[in-house]
């Protein structure tokens, strides 16, 4: 098993900064590849960004690129996502995921562990 546990969500105004932080355990964190998902009020959940075993790949949405950046420190076995230049369309509970395969995250948009969420609100 793999526990997942999100941090740093908040209230910003429209074109602030936030950094999500995701903590793992229980398993070999560098054996993973890690992802953001995120879900709106009323709105399906959706991919955000991924990263590879050793972070040297990166995948955003389209929605995101440009602004987010996510990095991990597989030392200190954690993700991170820096959110910058934040919009109201940006509002919903950010999910941490991990997955034995890069694929899993960026072509099914699926994880085989997720967290349990973090809130960031924007307003405008």
């Known amino acids: 098993q793999m526990q997942l546990v999100e941090s740093g969500g908040g209230l910003v105004q429209a074109g602030g900064s936030l950094r999500l932080s995701c903590a793992a355990s229980g398993r070999t964190f560098s054996s993973y590849a890690m992802g953001w998902f995120r879900q709106g009020p009323g709105k399906e959940r959706e991919f955000v960004a991924a990263i590879t075993l050793s972070g040297g790949t990166t995948v955003y949405a389209d929605s995101v690129k440009g602004r987010f950046t996510i990095s991990r420190d597989n030392a200190k076995n954690t993700v991170y996502l820096q959110m910058n230049s934040l919009k109201p369309d940006d509002t919903a509970a950010y999910y941490c995921?991990?997955?034995?395969?890069?694929?899993?995250?960026?072509?099914?948009?699926?994880?085989?562990?997720w967290g349990q969420g973090t809130q960031v609100t924007v307003s405008s």
């Open positions: 995921a991990a997955a034995s395969a890069f694929i899993t995250i960026v072509r099914t948009r699926a994880a085989d562990y």
